[in-house]
C-alpha cells in the first residue's frame, strides 16, 4: 500500500484529492500538507495533516522520512493570473518548490505526480487540437514555470530514474474550493453569480473557447495516471487531457436550462485576456487515451446540473 503525500492539499484540486486518496487507499496512509493551516474539517477528519512550505527541503525530507512516503502529489504552486501579478515569487515557489519534491524524491525513491496546464503553450502553439508534442512557448510566467517543469521532471525520470507522471490540466471547475486566481476562474465564478443573484459579468470575451474540466474528472485523471502501467507511458511529463471546449456563452446558455432567467454581461479583465488568447482553444488528448485509458465521465449539461446541484447545497448551508 503506498504511503502518499499531497502538497498544496488545501488548494482546489488538492481539496477533493485528499479525501478520495483516502477513500482508495486508507486514511492513515495518506498525509496532507499545505502552507496554509487546516480548517478544512473534511481533509482533518480524513488525513494526517501537516504544515509545510514546499521552498524548505530540509522540512519536505522530514515528512517524508517520518511518514516513509512512497508517492508526493505536488499540487502546490501559484496560478496564472496570481502568478503574472508576482513573477518573483512565482517562479520560486513553483520552480525550486518542484525542484526541492524531485530531490527528495531522488533521496527517498517516491514517485511523484507534478501537474502541468494548457498555460504551457503559447500563441506559436497550434491552437485547435494542439497536438501532445508540438512547441512550446508560453507567454506567462506560470507558463514558464510549468514548461520548465515538465522538463525537470522528465530529466530526474531520465537521469534518476524517479517516476515522474503528470498532466496538462485545462481549467478546472469545481464547487468545493473558492477560485484561487486562475484564468478560466470564470467557469467557477458564474456559477456562483447564477445561483446568487442570476447576473454574472464575465471577464473573458465571448468566443473565448478554453479547454475545461470538471473536477470529479480532475481527481480521476491524477489518480488513474500514478497507477497506469509504466510499460505502456511512452509520454509522462506531461499528457494532455480535456473533457470540454466552452466558451462564456456555451457556459451560460448550459446554466439557463436550469436557471432560465439567468443574464450575463462583460467587463473584460485585459491581463486574463490576454493570457485566454494565448493559450489553446482544444487539445488533442489522444495520447493519454491511448497510453493509460484516458476518458472523462462528464461533459458540459452533466457538469454544470451538478455543479448547480452542489454548489446550492454548499451555499444553502452556509448562510
Request: charged residues 20%.
Amino acid at each position: 500500500m503506498p504511503k502518499i503525500l499531497i502538497t498544496g492539499a488545501l488548494g482546489q484540486i488538492g481539496s477533493e484529492l485528499v479525501p478520495a486518496l483516502c477513500q482508495r487507499y486508507g486514511s492513515r496512509n495518506i498525509i496532507a500538507s499545505d502552507i496554509r493551516p487546516a480548517s478544512d474539517q473534511t481533509i482533518l477528519s480524513a488525513a494526517t495533516f501537516e504544515t509545510l512550505d514546499v521552498t524548505n527541503f530540509n522540512q519536505i525530507a522530514e515528512i517524508v522520512n517520518k511518514y516513509q512516503i512512497t508517492t508526493i502529489y505536488h499540487l502546490a504552486a501559484l496560478l496564472s493570473a496570481v502568478a503574472e501579478a508576482h513573477p518573483q515569487k512565482a517562479w520560486h515557489i513553483n520552480m525550486n518548490g518542484l525542484y526541492n519534491m524531485l530531490e527528495v524524491a531522488r533521496q527517498y525513491h517516491c514517485a511523484v505526480f507534478m501537474p502541468s496546464s494548457i498555460a504551457a503553450f503559447g500563441t506559436s502553439t497550434p491552437r485547435y487540437m494542439t497536438p501532445q508534442d508540438t512547441i512550446q512557448r508560453p507567454e506567462t510566467i506560470y507558463g514558464v514555470t510549468k514548461v520548465a517543469g515538465e522538463l525537470l521532471c522528465d530529466y530526474y525520470f531520465k537521469r534518476f530514474g524517479v517516476d515522474t507522471r503528470g498532466v496538462r490540466y485545462p481549467g478546472i471547475i469545481s464547487s468545493k474550493t473558492p477560485p484561487g486566481g486562475g484564468t478560466t476562474d470564470y467557469a467557477v465564478h458564474i456559477f456562483y453569480a447564477a445561483i446568487k443573484q442570476k447576473h454574472y459579468t464575465c471577464f473573458l470575451k465571448p468566443g473565448t473557447f478554453l479547454d475545461m474540466m470538471y473536477i470529479p474528472d480532475a481527481i480521476k485523471a491524477a489518480i488513474n495516471l500514478m497507477e497506469a502501467d509504466p510499460a505502456r507511458l511512452q509520454h509522462r511529463n506531461a499528457f494532455n487531457i480535456t473533457a470540454m471546449s466552452i466558451d462564456p456563452e456555451m457556459l451560460a446558455a448550459a446554466i439557463r436550462k436550469h436557471i432560465p432567467d439567468f443574464t450575463m454581461d462583460y467587463a473584460i479583465d485585459e491581463v486574463r485576456q490576454r493570457i485566454a488568447d494565448s493559450w489553446p482553444s482544444h487539445i488533442d488528448d489522444s495520447a493519454a487515451r491511448a497510453e493509460w485509458d484516458w476518458r472523462p465521465d462528464y461533459n458540459l449539461e452533466t457538469m454544470t446540473a451538478d455543479m448547480l446541484k452542489q454548489l446550492s447545497i454548499k451555499l444553502k448551508n452556509t448562510k
